[in-house]
């Protein structure tokens, strides 16, 4: 089980929300659709193949064999697949579309709003449901070497096409200035970069705190001991 496959996360979040007031929730989703460039913020964002909101009514639960459900709430199902890791993702929408995110998630039970970050974070991982399958047909490779492989594959075809009428030399030209054209989409495929450290840094430093909390510094050669040990530096990540 994990929600990771290549350099693609899968997300897949449930919220339960109120029932009567649900009709607004609906209301924004026809008004986005009819107005998408209300969504500009979160288009502009390359990483993100896609990200769904859809609302499930309480009698919509399809019977599974367990009998038929009954619920008290309606719920917002969210899906989104997308590169980079989980923090980034989060930064990037509560960022890109602070007041869209507060519209789609209205009269979800206990949002906190999508700022501060903190919470909406802590909203997003309570509510989240791993995911038991997740398959990507191309895990080495991002958003961004796919649209440039099809640049590539447009830009082959083209020169197949010319190699059957041109001459030696008008393809030889041909072919120079595609090279020159497309060289910057010729990536090689392979794992993703470590983009940044810092919430393995924060969470190490927050180690001292969390001992002290628990109760499990009291005298100050305890203290004294637990510093040197999360002194050390944060072991980077492969």
Request: glycine residues 8%.
């Amino acid at each position: 089980m994990s929600n990771v496959a290549g350099k693609a996360y899968g997300m897949t979040v449930i919220t339960p929300m109120s029932g009567k007031m649900s009709w607004i929730n609906r209301w924004v989703f026809r008004a986005t659709r009819a107005f998408p460039g209300t969504l500009s913020g979160l288009i502009g964002l390359k990483f993100i193949h896609f990200a769904r909101w859809v609302i499930i009514r309480r009698d919509q639960w399809p019977d599974m064999g367990q009998g038929k459900q009954r619920l008290s709430h309606d719920c917002m199902l969210f899906t989104s697949n997308f590169n980079g890791t989980w923090d980034q993702y989060i930064d990037a929408f509560s960022d890109g579309i602070p007041t869209g995110l507060d519209l789609f998630w209205y009269k979800n039970f206990k949002y906190p709003g999508s700022i501060p970050i903190t919470p909406f974070k802590n909203y997003i991982r309570n509510n989240q449901i791993d995911t038991d399958y997740y398959y990507n047909a191309t895990p080495g490779i991002a958003y961004r070497g796919l649209t440039a492989a099809m640049r590539v594959r447009k830009a082959v075809l083209a020169l197949e096409k010319k190699h059957k009428t041109a001459s030696a030399e008008e393809f030889a030209e041909a072919w120079t200035h595609c090279i020159a054209h497309i060289q910057n989409d010729l990536t090689t495929q392979g794992f993703a970069p470590v983009a940044s450290i810092d919430t393995d840094t924060a969470d190490h430093n927050r180690q001292v705190f969390a001992y002290r909390q628990k109760g499990r510094v009291e005298t100050r050669a305890q203290n004294e001991a637990v510093e040197a040990i999360f002194a050390q530096e944060v072991p980077a990540r492969g």
